[in-house]
């Protein structure tokens, strides 16, 4: 069972920047972001492979940068040029494929943008 816990959410005007962390308990092969505003469904914000490919929604692209670290454990989401439209609840998700394939979620973290 991969535990993962995310850190860096919290309040910043629009136009701010911020940083979310995700560490995972163990190598995992993907690592991404979901998102849940306010009254919405969740979604994709942005993945990434062990091999390093990544995939952003469009409404991120060009603002927001996902990365991890070498070790294949910890996911970053730098966050740039924040719009009030990014308020919502953020997830980790992981998922491995050895032994099994299976997809872990973490507990979710506020971001708040004011305008």
């Known amino acids: 069972q991969v535990q993962l816990v995310e850190s860096g959410g919290g309040l910043v005007q629009a136009g701010g920047s911020l940083r979310l962390s995700c560490a995972a308990s163990e190598r995992v092969f993907s690592m991404g972001w979901y998102r849940r505003p306010p009254g919405k469904l969740r979604e994709l914000v942005a993945t990434i492979t062990s091999g390093g490919s990544t995939n952003y929604a469009d409404s991120v692209k060009g603002r927001f940068i996902i990365s991890r670290d070498a070790a294949k454990t910890t996911a970053y989401l730098q966050m740039d040029t924040l719009e009030p439209e990014d308020t919502a609840v953020y997830y980790c998700?992981?998922?491995?494929?050895?032994?099994?394939?299976?997809?872990?979620w973490g507990q979710g973290t506020q971001v708040t943008v004011s305008s």
């Open positions: 998700r992981a998922q491995t494929v050895v032994p099994i394939l299976a997809t872990y």
